[in-house]
C-alpha cells in the first residue's frame, strides 16, 4: 500500500500549527524559567511524541530544547539587571533558573561578552531594551532548492538481527559493524547477509553527547532465528511510515544528515503528518549506478494525519 507525495504548496494550517505548539512551549518556559520541565512536560504541553520531540524542536526554531531553555533564561536576567537593581545579582541568577551565581555569570559571560555586573553598568536604568539574545535560525545544510518526493508506506512488522555501536561512529565504524553482523549471519544461519541492511540511530548526533551515542546495525532475519554472541533480536514495528529515497556516493555520506533535515524543517510541517513515539531508521541498498549507496530514510508517522485546534 503506497501513497505518493511530493512538494506541493505549503499547508498553511499545517505549518501554523506546529510554529503555535512550538511557541507554547517556549512560552511555557518563559513563565516558569526556573522550573526543572522534563520532556514528558513540555510535550504534553503541545501534544509532540517524545521520542522525535527534540528533532522537531530543533527544525523549527533553529535551537535544542536546552539552548531554548538558556537563551530566555539570560533574556530575563539581562532584563532584571537593567530594571530590578535592588535585586542582587545572585538572587537574579536563582529566579531565572540558574542553580548558582557562578554557573550564571559563566553562561552570561558566554553569551554577551561582559559579566552580569559589567551589564548592569554599563546600561543606565532608562536603557531602552531591545529583544536580547533572539536566535537567528541558522542556514540550513542543504541547499535552498533541495526536494524529494516521499512516500507514505504501511509497512509489515520485521523482525531483525543487529549489533549495537555505542559512542561516537563514522562510517568506516559502521561498515565494520555490518562486516561483523555479516559474518555472524553466514556462520550461524548458513547463507550469505541480505543486500537490504538496515541502520536505527537511538540518538541525535547533534543533541547527544558523543559518548551516548547508539546506533543498531541490522539485518533481517526469519522468525524462530536465535540470537547468539553479541547479537541482539528485536522486532521493528508496522505501520504508516513517510519514506524518501536518495542515492549516496559512499565519500559523500555526510549528505544523509541533510536530508534528514530537509524531512523534519521542510517536508513534516507541510505533511500533516506527525511522528511516531518510535525511532526513525534508514534502509541501504547498494546503488546501481555508481560506487554508494540507495539510502530511504524512514520516518514512522502516527496513522492519523494531525488534527489540533486553533487556540
Not at 527534540?54 to 537563551?71: D, L, N, P
Amino acid at each position: 500500500m503506497m501513497e505518493r507525495t511530493g512538494i506541493h504548496p505549503k499547508k498553511q494550517r499545517t505549518v501554523s500549527d506546529y510554529h503555535r505548539r512550538i511557541e507554547r512551549i517556549v512560552d511555557v518556559i518563559r513563565a516558569r524559567p526556573a522550573q526543572p520541565f522534563t520532556v514528558k512536560e513540555l510535550c504534553e504541553q503541545a501534544a509532540f511524541s517524545e521520542f522525535h520531540f527534540h528533532r522537531v524542536f530543533r527544525a523549527m526554531t533553529g535551537e535544542s530544547v536546552a539552548q531554548c531553555i538558556i537563551r530566555l533564561r539570560l533574556e530575563m536576567a539581562a532584563s532584571a539587571l537593567i530594571y530590578r537593581r535592588q535585586d542582587s545579582i545572585t538572587g537574579i541568577a536563582l529566579n531565572c533558573g540558574f542553580s548558582s551565581s557562578a554557573n550564571f555569570s559563566k553562561a552570561f559571560q558566554k553569551s554577551y561578552e561582559c559579566s552580569p555586573t559589567q551589564y548592569r553598568r554599563d546600561h543606565p536604568a532608562d536603557f531602552r531594551m531591545r529583544r536580547i539574545g533572539k536566535v537567528t535560525r541558522a542556514k540550513p545544510g542543504y541547499p535552498d532548492n533541495m526536494s524529494f518526493d516521499v512516500e507514505i508506506r504501511t509497512m509489515p512488522e520485521r523482525r531483525l538481527a543487529s549489533l549495537r555501536q555505542i559512542g561516537p561512529y563514522s562510517h568506516a565504524s559502521i561498515s565494520d559493524l555490518y562486516a561483523d553482523l555479516a559474518k555472524w549471519h553466514q556462520s550461524v544461519l548458513g547463507r550469505p547477509a541480505p543486500d537490504e541492511a538496515i541502520s536505527i540511530t537511538w540518538s541525535d548526533s547533534a543533541l547527544a553527547d558523543q559518548d551516548t551515542w547508539r546506533l543498531d546495525a541490522c539485518y533481517e532475519v526469519h522468525e524462530g532465528t536465535k540470537a547468539t554472541g553479541q547479537v541482539m533480536l528485536r522486532t521493528l514495528a508496522g505501520g504508516r511510515v513517510a519514506c524518501l529515497k536518495t542515492d549516496v556516493p559512499g565519500t559523500e555520506m555526510h549528505r544523509i544528515s541533510a536530508c534528514w533535515d530537509w524531512l523534519f524543517s521542510d517536508w513534516l510541517p507541510q505533511s500533516g503528518y506527525e511522528p511516531a513515539d518510535r525511532p526513525a531508521y534508514e534502509v541501504y541498498r547498494g546503488a546501481s549506478k555508481q560506487p554508494g549507496f540507495n539510502v530511504t530514510l524512514c520516518l514512522p508517522l502516527m496513522n492519523k494525519h494531525a488534527e489540533h485546534d486553533d487556540d
